[in-house]
């Protein structure tokens, strides 16, 4: 048979893509557990606290999606861009926090916050247009950015002012060509909560520019620190701000995959733009929510009471308060700061106190292999050298995970 040349390739944006790829890193770190260790192994990678049973959700999202489900109602497809009844609960809750009313015409639900971003990245897209990402991130922004053929440029966050943007430093980066800046509050990966005053600053800054704000807040509500949750939709009088969000985080189940897109934009600046059209088209083009966790949501988000988000940020509050105290008694860790929201906070390395250890990677994937503890290598979020802490899990196991790390750096001190 005659030898033909294939005429398709790999793609080669999804191949630069996969570089930015928290599973792929973490999967890349497990690789080196020792299945010879009894332990159980302490997941303080990824933020999925739902596997434990003190982060259970509320009793009433569990039934409101029974409900939806013996209904037998909820069984065909959802329309693009969301039913009806959830838009208008979802307009209704995140309406709570701002000035002004959202209407259901201003919210799409999306399948989870990651959807959300790809939809609006895909409505943003232009020749040779660009996007300002914060530096430390979350990958999913900078992966999908490059699929969608957008520029990236990173701006910094500055960890000597609580992880506050650098505004100085992105309006350097910004030009004609620049379309939006994203920002993550409360933060991932630093686990920081912006105030009411510097994100009023982001918005005058955004305007100046002339851009809009990508506002993810996956986190929304989940504070326990000295500053409270402020939406960025606050400040949609200034600058048009779309807030991305979901159910997973402050309800305790990301694998129900729901989320959404909202628009604050009193002005109409999104409508004048064709941004709202972009939108709507770019949801065609992907799937929708499952029918019935949608038809659950307004019996989720009106009938969940505050006892149950009064438990949740107590056990992140004393899971943060451990984690801070004990990792500040360890002499290679550095730039440590009290993480006041979200699941997280980053260190810093020292290697100067660390012998047979040379990066981050190095660092975690020894971690594994001797203490099956897992951590997220800081170079996946543009941070060399730093790692991830991840506290949402259940307090005895941190409590067990915290003392591996210590006796791990212990046994590797440098003796100079």
Known sequence: METKEWKFRGNIDLKSASVFSIARVIGDVKTNLNQSDQRPIIPLSIGDPSIFPCF?????AEDAVVDALRSSNFNGHAPKGGALQA??????YLSCNLPYKLSPDDVYVTVGAKQAIDV???????????ILLPKPGYPAYEALSVINRLEVRHFDLLQEKDWEVDLNGLQKLADDKTVAMVIINPGNPCGNVYTRDHLKKIAETARRLGILVIADEAYGHLTFGSNLFVPMG???NIAPVLTLGSLSKRWMVPGWRIGWIARSDPDGIFEEQGIVECIKRSLITHT?????????????????TDDFFVKIINILRQDADMCY???K???CFRCLQKPQGSLF???KLDLSQLQGINDDMEFCSKLAKEESVILLPGFVLRMKNWVRVTFGIEPSALEDGLARIKAFCLRHASKC
């Open 288 to 304: 929708e929510a499952a029918t019935f966790i949608q038809a659950a949501l307004p019996q989720i988000l009106e009938k969940t």
């Open 87 to 92: 838009r208008r609960s979802l307009a209704e």
């Open 56 to 60: 259970r959700t509320a009793q009433v």
């Open 345 to 347: 906070l980053m260190i």
């Open 234 to 236: 606050l400040f949609g």
């Open 329 to 331: 008694e360890i002499p």
């Open 325 to 327: 105290e004990r990792l």
């Open 120 to 130: 609006v990245l895909s409505a943003l897209r232009r020749p040779d247009a660009n």
